[in-house]
């Protein structure tokens, strides 16, 4: 099933660790204004760009997903990890397209139960 904007938007957020009111805040929106553009894709060209400078990711991965090199996405800087999280997040990134998408995949159905 090819992803859409919003989940692609979606994964990014939550891979930096922010929150649908962070990104609301952010954006200048009420949260329940940003929850409806990561549920339903309805998101303007400016709100796509400021999302990318936000998310640090280029706009051509929002919209047409991760190219075949690795996604430029690094760690918040303002985020410290251990090392097993830092050698899972190079364990992933080295993973070919398929295989990284399938464990993100299983990582958000495991997210979602422990919810």
Known sequence: MKETINQRITKY???????QAQMAEWLGMKP??????????????EQIIS??????LDVGTLLYGEKKAKPP????????????EKNIIKIIRNLKKQDRA??????????????
């Open 32 to 45: 329940s204004t940003y929850s409806q553009c990561e549920r339903r894709g309805k998101i303007t060209c």
């Open 73 to 84: 996405i690094t760690p918040p800087q303002e985020m410290e990890f251990t090392l097993m």
């Open 13 to 19: 957020r939550r891979f930096r660790g922010y929150t």
């Open 51 to 56: 999302i990318s400078e936000i998310l640090k």
């Open 102 to 115: 399938e464990l993100i995949s299983i990582i958000e159905k495991y997210y979602k139960k422990s919810r």
